[in-house]
C-alpha cells in the first residue's frame, strides 16, 4: 500500500484503517461505483461552484481547491458561480449560497448542528442538487472559517498536505479518487487557534526580505493559508522591530479577507506594534507621567482596526518586554484597563464587551492576578506557561467567565537560562500532556503558541493546531499515532513508521537538553559511557536518515531534508561537537598529547560541518529557496543571550614529552597515571551490573610507548593484553570463576619506558536467589524506567496510565483524568517497583519527573515514597519557585527529587509512589548509593530477573 491510506485521513489527522473507506464521506481512491461521488475520474476533477455573493475569503479558499485539485489530477478544474454540468463540489456559506439555501430549505442538506455555531462546516452528497447538475459534494459552512475549513478539510483528505507550500511536500496524482455518499459534520472547540510568529531575527527576517521584500501582505498570505488549512484563525504577527498594520497597510486588510483574526502579542496593547512607540510615540511609555500620549497611541490602534476581526490585547508592561514597576502595582494596571476599555468604547461607539479582549498574563502580569487583580469577566484570562513549556496556571475546575481562559505557549524563546530558536526542541507527547491539562481544566477560548520562525516547527505546530481544533478527540491513543499520521501525509506509508521513528527520536534527544545548552561537560566522558551512548545513539539516527532519504523518490527529497535529515544530522553533530570539545579538554589535562590533538581536530571538522549543514539547507534545498532560514546561530554561548556570530570553543593543546611516556587513565577518575596521588581504581563490576569497565592507555610523549597488561586473577579478562599507544582496554569478569561475594582483583601493566602501574578491580558476585521480575541492585543503584512497575493501584475514577516516547529516556506515567478528585479513603493510588537489594543501609529514592509547575496556584504539585511498609514521605515538587531552581529544571528538562530511606535487611523490597495532586508526571524511579556515579541522563534500566 502506497499513499493511499493517507488520502482517507479524518480531520484529526489520524490514519484511520482499512475500513475507513466504508464511513460516510471518506475519500478514497479509485472509481466512483454506486452513489459515491467522483472527485477525480479519469484524471478529470470536478468543477468547483461558487456563489458571486460569497465572503471573498471563501472565494479565495475555493480558488485554492481548484487548484489543489488539479495538482492531484494533472488537470484544470473548472471554477465558477454556474453549478456547471455533471458533477460539481458546491461550496458556500449559509446565507451566502443561493444553491445551499435552497436544499437546507428543501430539508436535503441537515444542518441543524451546523447553522449559528462558530466555524462548524458540513459536508454531504446530494444528488440532483441544482439544475444541470447530477450529484454534487456540499461543503456549507455555518460561517466563512467553517465553509474555509470545510474546504481544505477536503483538500487535506484527498492528500494535500497543508505544508505543501511551506515545506515542499509534493502532491501524489491520483486519476480516480471519490467520495462515499453520507454526511459529515465537524467544528472547532477551542474557540481561537493561533501561533505567534517571533524571536524572527535573522533566521526568518532574513528570508522573508530575500523572498518578499518584507514582511507585508506577499509574505503574511502566505502564513495566513498555512494557518487556515492547518485549521487556525489567530495570528501574533512578528513584531522584532515590525509593525503589521504600520509596515504595510494591506497586511490587516488581507487578513480580515483570508478570515484570519489578528491580535498582538502580550506586551503590544491596543492593536498597536511595540516598534510603533518608536515610531510615533512621545515622551516616555510610562503611564503616570504619560498617560494622555499613550491614549492618543492607543486611540489610534483602535480606530485603525475598524472593522476587521481582531482580538485587543490589554493592559500593560513595561518598555521593552520588560515589566512595567518593580512592585505589582495593581491599581494602576486596573487604570490602564478601565481606561483602555473607555477608548474602545468611544471608537466603536458599542459597549466594550462587544469587542473581543484578551489580557495577557505573562511573567510578572500573573502576579497582578495572583494578588488579585480582575478585569471584566468578557475579556479572556491568557495564562501562560515558563517559556519552556510548563504551564504556570490553570483556572480551577468549573470556573466560568463571558470572556473564557486560554494559554499562551512555546516552542522558541529568548531568555534565561539561554535563549532556544535553532531547531525543533519540542516533543509532542509533552505539549498534548500540558495542553491536555488545560482543556481539562477550562482553558477553551484561546490556545497560542509561539512558534519563533515558523519554519523548523512543522511538526509541533501541526499538533498543537490539531489538539486546539477537538482536544477531547486528541486521546492518548490519538496523540500517539499523530506522529506516524503525520509522517504518512507528507511521505507517504511506504517509509511512513520509520520516518515517525525518526521525528519521535530526534525530538526526544533535542529536548532532554536544548541545542544552545548543551557544553562540553554535559554528557559524561567519565561515568556510565554516557557521552558515547549519546553520539551513538544521533550517529545511528543519522545513518537510519540517510537510508531512508536513500530509498525515498527524488521528488521527496526537498521536504525530506527540511522535515527529518537536516535536523537530524545538524543536531548530532553540535552534540558530538561538544562532546569533542570535552573530550578534548579531558585528554590535555590528563597529558594526552595525540589524543588531545585528534579531539581538536575532531571539533574543527565538526564546526566545518555545521557550516556546511546551513549551506546545503540554504543552497541546495529546494534550489535556495529556504535561504537564511537556518541562520540562527547556536555554537559557544556564554550567557542567556545568543552569540553575535558561531564560534569555534576554546580547544587545549598538549606539548609532549620527548620519547616514549605511558599513561593511564581508568573510569570514573578524570585523573591519569603516573602523576596522581594513591592508585587507579576501576568502579565494582557487578555480577547483575554493566558488562565491562575500561582502562585507558596512551601515549603523553612524542614516540608510542609499548604496554603490556597482566591479570592478577584468572577470572579477569582483558579486550587485549598488549599493545603500543593510545588503546581502551575493555575489563570483565568470568562469573562462573569468580569467587563469591566481595572481591577483589588487580591488573599489572607496564611499559617499555618502564612505567609500573597496578589497577584494583572490585566486584561483587552475590549468591543470592533473586525473584523473577524484580530489578536487580548493582553498580551502587537500581534503575527503572516508570513505565516499568510491577503493579498499579488505583481507583475513584483515577487510572495510571503511559505516555509513550515523553521525557529524556523513555516514556512518562501520570494519572488520568487530571482533575483534582476527593480524598482517598483509606486505599492509595500508587505504582509499585519490586526490587533486590543486596546489603542493608540507608538509601537514597530518587524520582526523575517532567518539570511540571503547580497550575492550581497552590503551594507545589506533591507525590509520596515509601519502601515496603515504611512510612510515606511526602515531597512538593517547585515549593519555593527560585529562580536557581527553575533554571536547573528546565535546562535539565527533569525535576528530580529524593528522599531518603532505611533499608534493615537484604533481598526483595517494594518502593511505593502514591499519588497525592494530579499533574505529575513520573520518568524514572531510581533507588541510589551514596557515592554510586552520576551523570546527565544517569545510568541505563537496571537488569530486571528472569
Not at 384 to 407: C, F, K, M, Q, T
Request: hydrophobic share 40%; net charge negative.
Amino acid at each position: 500500500m502506497t499513499g493511499f491510506l493517507a488520502l482517507c485521513l479524518f480531520w484529526l489527522g489520524a490514519a484511520l484503517p482499512a475500513s475507513a473507506c466504508e464511513d460516510p464521506g471518506a475519500v478514497c481512491p479509485g472509481a466512483a461505483s454506486g452513489e459515491a461521488f467522483a472527485l477525480i475520474a479519469s484524471g478529470r476533477p470536478a468543477v468547483v461552484h461558487t456563489d458571486p455573493g460569497d465572503h471573498a475569503g471563501l472565494l479565495r479558499a475555493a480558488a485554492d481547491l481548484r487548484g489543489d485539485l488539479e495538482r492531484v489530477s494533472g488537470s484544470p478544474s473548472p471554477l465558477g458561480h454556474d453549478a456547471g454540468e455533471g458533477l460539481a463540489v458546491i461550496v458556500g456559506t449559509l446565507g451566502r449560497s443561493a444553491v445551499i439555501d435552497a436544499l437546507v430549505a428543501e430539508g436535503r442538506l441537515d444542518v441543524s448542528d451546523v447553522a449559528g455555531q462558530w466555524e462548524a462546516f458540513v459536508q454531504q452528497v446530494i444528488d440532483n442538487p441544482a439544475p444541470g447538475v447530477d450529484r454534487a459534494l456540499i461543503i456549507a459552512g455555518s460561517d466563512m472559517r467553517g465553509a474555509i475549513y470545510g474546504v481544505y478539510d477536503l483538500s487535506e483528505r484527498m492528500g494535500v498536505s497543508p505544508w505543501t507550500w511551506w515545506a515542499d511536500v509534493p502532491v501524489v496524482r491520483q486519476g480516480d479518487l471519490h467520495v462515499l455518499p453520507g454526511r459529515r459534520a465537524d467544528r472547532p472547540r477551542v474557540r481561537y487557534r493561533g501561533i505567534f510568529l517571533n524571536d524572527e531575527n535573522p533566521a526568518l527576517y532574513g528570508w522573508v526580505n530575500e523572498t518578499f521584500g518584507g514582511f507585508n501582505h506577499h509574505s503574511y498570505t502566505r502564513v495566513f493559508e498555512l494557518t487556515l488549512r492547518l485549521k487556525g484563525n489567530y495570528l501574533w504577527p512578528a513584531m522584532w522591530g515590525k509593525a503589521f498594520s504600520d509596515d504595510d497597510p494591506l497586511n490587516a486588510v488581507m487578513a480580515n479577507e483570508y478570515g484570519v483574526v489578528i491580535g498582538t502579542s502580550h506586551h503590544e496593547p491596543m492593536m498597536r506594534a511595540h516598534v510603533e512607540w518608536e515610531r510615533y510615540g512621545v515622551g516616555a511609555w510610562d503611564y503616570t507621567t504619560n498617560p494622555d500620549a499613550l491614549r492618543r497611541f492607543w486611540r489610534e490602534g483602535v480606530t485603525r482596526m475598524g472593522g476587521h476581526e481582531s482580538l485587543v490585547t490589554v493592559g500593560m508592561r513595561g518598555d521593552g518586554d520588560e515589566a512595567m514597576t518593580e512592585d505589582t502595582a495593581t491599581a494602576l494596571l486596573e487604570t490602564i484597563v478601565a481606561d483602555q476599555r473607555d477608548i474602545i468604547a468611544e471608537v466603536t461607539g458599542r459597549d466594550p464587551a462587544e469587542t473581543p479582549q484578551v489580557w495577557a498574563l505573562y511573567k510578572e502580569v500573573q502576579d497582578y492576578y495572583d494578588d488579585g487583580m480582575r478585569v471584566p469577566d468578557d475579556v479572556t484570562l491568557l495564562f501562560a506557561d515558563d517559556n519552556w513549556g510548563n504551564i504556570r496556571r490553570l483556572p480551577a475546575p468549573g470556573s466560568e467567565r463571558p470572556g473564557g481562559y486560554g494559554v499562551y505557549f512555546h516552542f522558541d524563546y529568548v531568555g534565561g537560562p539561554r535563549n532556544y530558536k535553532w531547531l525543533n526542541t519540542t516533543q509532542v507527547e509533552r505539549t498534548w500532556e500540558q495542553m491536555n491539562l488545560a482543556w481539562e481544566y477550562g482553558a477553551d477560548r484561546l490556545w497560542i503558541v509561539n512558534v519563533g520562525d515558523l519554519k523548523p516547527m512543522e511538526l509541533p505546530i501541526s499538533a498543537f493546531l490539531a489538539q486546539a481544533w477537538n482536544p477531547e478527540a486528541m486521546t492518548l491513543e490519538a496523540m500517539n499515532g499523530f506522529t506516524r499520521d503525520w509522517a504518512a501525509q507528507q511521505f507517504g506509508e511506504q517509509h511512513a513508521d520509520e520516518i515517525a521513528d525518526l521525528l519521535r527520536l530526534y525530538t526526544r534527544y533535542n529536548s532532554r537538553r536544548k541545542p544552545e545548552l548543551i557544553g562540553p561537560d554535559t554528557f559524561s566522558l567519565l561515568n556510565h559511557n554516557e557521552a558515547e551512548l549519546v553520539t551513538a545513539d544521533w550517529a545511528d539516527l543519522a545513518r537510519r536518515a540517510d537510508a531512508v532519504r536513500a530509498a525515498l523518490p527524488p521528488e521527496y527529497d526537498d521536504a525530506f531534508v527540511q522535515l527529518v535529515w537536516f535536523p537530524i544530522h545538524a543536531s548530532g553533530n553540535l552534540t558530538a561537537l561538544h562532546v569533542e570539545t570535552g573530550r578534548n579538554r579531558l585528554y590535555a589535562a590528563q597529558g594526552r598529547a595525540a589524543a588531545a590533538g585528534a579531539a581538536a581536530q575532531q571539533v574543527r571538522d565538526l564546526f566545518a560541518r555545521d557550516a556546511e549543514l546551513t549551506r546545503i539547507y540554504h543552497q541546495d534545498v529546494a534550489d535556495g529557496r529556504w535561504n537564511h532560514m537556518m541562520s540562527q546561530t547556536h555554537i559557544s554561548y556564554t550567557y542567556w543571550q545568543q552569540p553575535d556570530e558561531d564560534v569555534l570553543p576554546d580547544l587545549a593543546e598538549v606539548t609532549p614529552v620527548a620519547g616514549a611516556a605511558l599513561g593511564v587513565a581508568v573510569e570514573g577518575d578524570a585523573r591519569a597515571w603516573p602523576g596522581s596521588g594513591g592508585g587507579p581504581v576501576l568502579p565494582s563490576l557487578h555480577r547483575h551490573g554493566v558488562e565491562s569497565r575500561w582502562i585507558d592507555l596512551f601515549d603523553r610523549g612524542d614516540q608510542p610507548a609499548a604496554w603490556t597488561l597482566e591479570a592478577g586473577e584468572p577470572w579477569i579478562r582483558l579486550s587485549a593484553a598488549e599493545g603500543r599507544g593510545d588503546l581502551r582496554v575493555r575489563v570483565s569478569v568470568d562469573w562462573s570463576a569468580a569467587p563469591e561475594g566481595q572481591a577483589e582483583g588487580f591488573i599489572q601493566m607496564r611499559g617499555a619506558d618502564g612505567t609500573e602501574i597496578t589497577v584494583l578491580v572490585p566486584i561483587l558476585n552475590p549468591d543470592a536467589p533473586v525473584e523473577p521480575g524484580r530489578f536487580i541492585e548493582a553498580d551502587g543503584h537500581v534503575t527503572m524506567e516508570a513505565e516499568h512497575y510491577a503493579r498499579t493501584l488505583e481507583g475513584q475514577g483515577v487510572e495510571w496510565r503511559v505516555i509513550p516516547g515523553l521525557g529524556r529516556t523513555l516514556s512518562g506515567v501520570t494519572t488520568t483524568p487530571p482533575r483534582p478528585r476527593r480524598r482517598n479513603r483509606g486505599r492509595g493510588r500508587r505504582l509499585e517497583y519490586d526490587v533486590h537489594l543486596f546489603e542493608p543501609g540507608e538509601v537514597e529514592v530518587r524520582l526523575v519527573l517532567s518539570p511540571t509547575l503547580d497550575f492550581r496556584g497552590g503551594a507545589g504539585l506533591r507525590f509520596g515514597v515509601s519502601i515496603n511498609d515504611g512510612p510515606v514521605q511526602v515531597v512538593t515538587m517547585n515549593p519555593t519557585d527560585t529562580a536557581a531552581a527553575w533554571e536547573g529544571d528546565v535546562a535539565n528538562a527533569v525535576a528530580v527529587h529524593a528522599t531518603r530511606h532505611p533499608v534493615e535487611r537484604a533481598g526483595p523490597h517494594t518502593i511505593k509512589v502514591w499519588r497525592i495532586d494530579p499533574g505529575v508526571v513520573i520518568q524514572r524511579v531510581m533507588l541510589v548509593r551514596d557515592g554510586a556515579p552520576d551523570s546527565y541522563l544517569g545510568p541505563l534500566e537496571s537488569a530486571r530477573a528472569d
